[in-house]
């Protein structure tokens, strides 16, 4: 089987030469058995309207015209020319084990990432045993939890009590919600301690702690990382600094520097037109101070709805490519307008594929991800980096990327100054 695919090429490694590109892509039938290395050769030939070919009544080779010498027919075992479009050839190695016993044998006690079948169904006929209605709920409950893949772990609260706690990593048997708190709107946007995601079952007594845990290994692997911590820091202060300015200037009145500038011709028109004989106003070079109130701060329920919008203006500004018209990412063939949100944008792509997290528990890792900087819509780049517990990189592997096909990391600019601010 063969087909072409006409993709963009934005982001690939030989972006610029053409923006959009032709690759053909050929799937065919494995290798037979084989008792030892054997050379192969494989033709590319296109079987284009043969079987129009074949049977079209008017052909020569229809069997309705086909018979006489002149016009043989072509039988099921005959052999029929073909052109090679491309052939290559390679070493056939044997199988050290047999792929089709190996499958069997793994899917004969296959499961998703949760407890076996046999402890799961042994606490789903202990529920009608329970002796109370209360006993029986929380029995289910308990069976519902480990179902969806969620351990029973220790947990030693902030006040030093020893307890049980509910702990799930990324790779469950189930869909989870984007936000499991109840209600919804307790849900917390921003955390500074990951406290805020902790989540309490008030049917079975038991805190839920998976999206603290992801909140706090994520925090551990950036803070472990010096560059993305400069370049955090710097991107932060750099968009605090702007927002902060331009909201005191509008709150009070003051005009920028670029409306100054734009009314110094009329200014100095007004100043050349004033005749000096007949002008008797008084003339001083010292400008007496202001008797306006001075605005009240940043956090002030007035002034923090402007600091906002200040604040998405100067992220949206420098998050954008250096041409000033799109959104940075990794597929813009313009190079970031601030080089540090390059780092970042870069950083999290990474991070939603657990690249950060090399020697530590990757259960959890891709959680931070999303409750830290947003949700997640088809990602930019589709690298998959190095694999501890369920990803690992094979050596020596290749894969085709491309923008219709890959995930895509889309950062919205909304979310990214609330992490900011």
């Known amino acids: 089987m063969a087909h072409v695919r006409h993709i963009r090429t934005d982001g690939f490694p030989d972006a610029g030469v053409q923006e959009e590109g032709w690759y053909s892509v050929v799937v065919a039938s494995m290798t037979g058995n084989m008792r030892k290395p054997t050379s192969q050769v494989v033709h590319l030939v296109s079987l284009e309207h043969y079987d129009a070919t074949v049977n079209n009544p008017q052909s020569p080779f229809h069997p309705s015209t086909a018979g006489t010498p002149s ?5 099921l075992d005959d052999r029929v020319g073909v052109v090679s479009l491309h052939s290559w050839i390679y070493s056939a190695v044997p199988q050290a084990v047999d792929f089709v016993a190996t499958m069997k044998k793994l899917t004969e006690r296959m499961q998703p990432l949760r407890p076996p079948e046999s402890v799961l169904t042994s606490i789903q006929q202990n529920i009608a045993l329970q002796s109370t209605k209360t006993s029986q709920r929380a029995a289910g409950i308990l069976y519902d939890r480990l179902m969806n893949s969620y351990t029973i772990s220790r947990w030693r ?17 189930c869909f989870p919600s984007d936000t499991p708190a109840k ?5 917390q946007g921003l955390s500074m301690s990951g406290k805020e995601y902790q989540i309490f079952d008030e049917e079975l007594g038991i805190m839920d702690l998976t999206y603290s845990s992801a909140w706090s290994l994520g925090r551990l692997a950036a803070i472990s990382d010096s560059p993305f911590n400069a ?28 409306e100054i500038v734009s009314n110094l011709p009329s200014a100095i028109s007004g100043a050349r037109s004033v005749d000096s004989k007949s002008f008797k106003g008084p003339v001083s070079r010292i400008l007496p101070p202001s008797t306006a109130d001075v605005a009240p701060p940043l956090t ?34 313009a190079q970031a307008a601030n080089t540090d949100w390059e780092l970042i944008h870069h950083w999290i792509s990474d991070s939603l594929y657990l690249a950060h997290i090399s020697g530590m528990r ?13 949700s997640t819509s088809p990602l930019s780049r589709a690298k998959l980096h190095q694999r501890r517990t369920g990803y690992r990189r094979s050596n020596g ?25």
């Open 183 to 187: 209600p919804v709107a307790d849900w």
């Open 300 to 333: 002030h329920p007035v002034v923090r709805p402007v600091f906002k919008e200040n604040m998405l203006q100067s992220v949206t500004k420098n998050s954008a490519d250096i041409l000033g018209e799109n959104f940075y990412s990794d597929f813009q063939l």
């Open 231 to 258: 370049a955090l820091l710097r991107f932060r202060s750099l968009n605090w600094k702007q927002s902060a300015s331009n909201t005191r200037m509008q709150v009070n009145g003051l005009q920028s520097s670029r």
């Open 362 to 374: 990757s259960t959890q890792y891709s959680l931070y991800c999303s409750l830290t900087f947003g």
């Open 71 to 75: 016009r043989p027919t072509i039988g």
């Open 397 to 421: 592997a290749k894969s085709s990327e491309h923008p219709s096909g890959g995930p895509k990391v889309l950062l919205h600019r909304s979310c990214l100054a609330r992490c900011i601010h």
């Open 157 to 173: 609260t902030a006040t030093g009590e020893e307890t049980v706690a509910f702990n799930r990593g990324p790779l469950v048997a």
